[in-house]
């Protein structure tokens, strides 16, 4: 249900928010401060003035006020004469839903943040920008770190070669062609755009002052030259007074062939010369095997990262002695020992057969997320994780595809044995089970596990295993007793002739089934838990979308 990247408190987790607020009325009359405030920001004159006579504390509603009014101009000259230290997005707009894609329009608030920004006045006392918890269109984000901190430089300071030395010495780079040619080159290309060359477009800080802008993530692929912008200013940081700060690194790799080797090689330089104390995590997917070992070293300094997402990487490990085998494990398990703080992990899509137990044995402190979907593992491999230290620990654990065909053998993994296993996690919240072909005859047993076992899940993912409707009913009225259950995602089918056309279901059936459910539910009196039957072709069409995605791109 969530990803490794993402930050889940499950003790308070609500995927089923109240449903009984207040709808805003149209003609509801507004406090008289947001009132005042949009009166204020019609002219931004009026605005500046008010943000630089008006108690700091009040800086936020008129921002919040300028944005909810559609007043771009305010909101450009708010940011320019910002009176506090951080601007932070996030707890201006409240976590707002509708807020969630702000930025992503290209030429929208963008650009009015980027005027602010540029407009700087001396009044303005921002030391931090915080655009976390948004998705930035990627002509912003490219804008953000190709160019913010290049126009905090001052002209002195604009001298490609010299430049060029500073980014190799951070990175760690001997002098080679990279250093001698590449980036002189494209350095010399960021002083000629326009931008820099105007000398009316300056970021101006006082001096000795410094500005961060916090980032989520960012993504790098072998086909754009975007990792060459990140590695440049980020190995700058230590002379401009602009630096970003990302939370979060996704390297994602195409498969190539012979010298093309080195292209594939090319995203992850940016590893180089990054700050390990400031790094949250790292996403790698769609990697070579050869890819993800050469790398292993790099991965190694960044002992503090939170959570690490290592899904289709093409990591084949298996029991044996085989020189190729054992330095495999040996690489992977001392990568995992290193990270000390280490607390999600997904390995989901990977060849760990008889290895699960001694590479989780390694990390040193209790996982709370773990997604092994899809990997080739046999029943030892499960009860290795079922008798580790992450076992008790687990807040939410994703078993989905497991008990498929395996990549050499038939499944070494059966639906009897996975559900079994399940009644060791005791602390999970979220439990993914999906796609393992579950059969009628094993539910009854599974729902002892989830009533003696499982008393904390709130979460419960079985689609795309085809059960009939007496099974999907003693599953839920099983559910209901769990106080603090939230969630149930199902797929039905009632016979042969349904599984042969369950891919063309339509919908009138799954509301049908739904019905079926929350009328169980409602008998039980739980009306408070969500029912969401998951169709048979939508699960299909999502792993073979994932499948195109990874060959594509």
Same mark, same amino acid.
């Given at each position: 249900?969530?990803?490794?990247?993402?930050?889940i408190?499950?003790?308070r987790?609500?995927?089923n928010?109240?449903s009984?607020k207040?709808?805003?009325?149209?003609?509801?009359v507004k406090?008289l401060?947001?009132?005042s405030?949009?009166?204020?920001?019609k002219w931004?004159?009026?605005?500046?003035?008010a943000?630089e006579?008006?108690?700091c504390?009040l800086?936020?509603t008129?921002? +919040?006020a300028?944005?909810?009014?559609?007043?771009?101009?305010a909101?450009s000259c708010?940011i320019a004469?910002?009176?506090l230290?951080d601007?932070?997005?996030?707890?201006?707009?409240?976590?707002?839903?509708k807020?969630?894609?702000?930025?992503? &329009?290209?030429?929208? *608030?963008?650009?009015?943040?980027?005027?602010g920004?540029?407009? +700087?006045?001396k009044?303005?006392k921002i030391?931090?920008?915080?655009? =976390?918890g948004f998705?930035?269109?990627?002509?912003?984000?490219k804008?953000i770190v190709?160019m913010?901190?290049?126009?905090?430089l001052?002209?002195?300071?604009?001298?490609?070669?010299k430049?060029?030395?500073?980014?190799?010495?951070t990175a760690?780079?001997?002098?080679?062609?990279?250093?001698d040619d590449i980036l002189?080159?494209?350095?010399r290309?960021i002083?000629?755009?326009e931008m820099?060359?105007?000398?009316?477009?300056?970021?101006?800080l006082p =001096?000795?002052? =410094?500005?961060?802008?916090?980032?989520?993530?960012l993504?790098?692929?072998?086909?754009?030259?975007?990792f060459m912008?990140?590695?440049?200013?980020?190995?700058?940081?230590?002379i @401009?007074?602009?630096?970003?700060?990302v939370?979060?690194l996704?390297i994602?790799?195409d498969l190539? %062939?012979?010298e093309q080797?080195l292209d594939?090689?090319?995203p992850?330089?940016v590893?180089?010369?990054? !700050? @390990?104390q400031?790094? !949250?995590?790292i996403?790698?997917?769609?990697?070579?095997e050869?890819?993800?070992f050469t790398?292993?070293?790099d991965?190694q300094?960044f002992?503090?990262? +939170?959570f690490?997402?290592?899904?289709e990487? /093409?990591i084949y490990?298996q029991k044996?002695?085989t020189r190729s085998?054992t330095?495999?494990r040996?690489k992977?398990?001392?990568?995992?020992?290193?990270?000390v703080n280490?607390?999600r992990l997904d390995? /989901?899509s990977n *060849?760990?057969?008889?290895?699960?137990g001694?590479v989780?044995d390694?990390?040193?402190?209790?996982?709370e997320y773990?997604n092994?979907?899809?990997?080739d593992?046999?029943?030892? !491999?499960?009860?290795?994780?079922?008798? /580790?230290h992450?076992?008790?620990s687990? +807040?939410?654990?994703n078993a /989905?595809?497991? @008990?498929?065909?395996?990549m050499f053998?038939?499944?070494?993994?059966?639906?009897?044995?996975?559900l079994?296993?399940?009644?060791?996690?005791?602390n999970?919240?979220?439990l993914?089970?999906? &796609?393992n072909n579950?059969?009628?005859?094993i539910i009854?047993?599974f729902?002892?596990?989830?009533?003696?076992?499982?008393k904390y899940l709130k979460?419960?993912?079985?689609?795309?295993?085809?059960?009939?409707?007496?099974?999907l009913?003693?599953?839920t009225q099983t559910?209901?007793?769990?106080?603090s259950?939230?969630?149930i995602l199902?797929?039905c089918?009632?016979?042969?002739w349904?599984?042969?056309?369950a891919?063309l279901?339509?919908?009138?059936?799954q509301?049908?089934?739904?019905?079926?459910?929350?009328k169980?539910l409602?008998?039980s009196?739980?009306?408070?838990?969500i029912?969401e039957?998951v =169709?048979l072709?939508?699960t299909l069409?999502?792993?073979? %979308? !994932?499948l195109?995605h990874?060959h594509?791109?």
């Open positions: 249900m969530f990803k490794a990247s993402d930050r408190d499950y003790e987790l609500k995927v928010p109240p009984n207040d709808k805003p009325t149209k003609n509801k406090p401060v947001l009132l405030c949009k009166a204020i920001n931004p004159q009026l605005a500046e003035l943000i006579t008006a108690p504390h800086a936020p008129l921002l +919040r300028a944005i909810d009014n559609v007043q771009p101009a909101v708010l004469n910002w009176p230290s601007l932070c997005f996030r707890e201006i707009l409240y976590g707002d839903v807020y969630t894609e702000i930025f992503q &329009e290209e030429m929208g *608030y963008d650009l009015v943040v980027f005027r920004i540029v407009g +700087r006045k009044r303005c030391k931090c920008v915080d655009l =976390r998705k930035l269109n990627a002509m912003f984000c804008l190709k913010w901190p290049i126009l905090s001052t002209k002195s300071q604009l001298n490609p070669k430049l060029a030395k500073v980014i190799a010495q760690g780079v001997e002098a080679s062609r990279l250093t002189p080159n494209l350095l290309d002083l000629e755009h820099i060359k105007n000398t009316n477009v300056r970021i101006a =001096r000795r002052q =410094r500005m961060i802008v916090k980032l989520d993530s993504l790098f692929l072998t086909g754009n030259t975007f912008d990140y590695l440049i200013s980020n190995c700058l940081r230590h @401009t007074p602009v630096y970003i700060q939370s979060s996704q994602r790799s190539q %062939i012979g080797i594939s090689l090319a992850f330089i590893l180089r010369g990054q !700050d @390990t400031t790094l !949250d995590g996403c790698l997917s769609q990697l070579e050869n890819i993800f790398i292993v070293s991965l300094k002992v503090n990262i +939170r690490l997402d290592i899904q990487c /093409s490990l044996g002695k085998r330095q495999g040996s992977l398990v001392s990568l995992f020992s290193s990270m280490l607390k390995i /989901s *060849y760990v057969l008889g290895c699960l001694e989780l390694a990390l040193s402190i209790p996982l773990l092994i979907s899809g990997c593992i046999d029943e030892d !491999d499960l009860d290795s994780l079922s008798k /580790s992450h076992a008790k687990l +807040r939410e654990l /989905s595809k497991l @008990t498929h065909f395996s053998d038939i499944s070494r993994v059966s639906q009897t044995y996975l079994k296993t399940m009644r060791h996690f005791p999970v919240c979220v993914n089970l999906a &796609e579950l059969a009628d005859a009854p047993e729902c002892v596990t989830i009533k003696e076992c499982l979460v419960l993912d079985l689609s795309a295993n085809i059960l009939n409707m007496d099974s009913i003693t599953i559910c209901a007793k769990l106080k259950m939230q969630k199902v797929t089918a009632n016979g042969l349904d599984v042969a056309l891919p279901d339509n919908l009138d059936h509301q049908e089934l739904k019905q079926k459910l929350l169980v409602e008998m009196g739980r009306t408070d838990i029912v039957p =169709r072709l939508r069409s999502i792993d073979f %979308i !994932d195109l990874g594509l791109l």
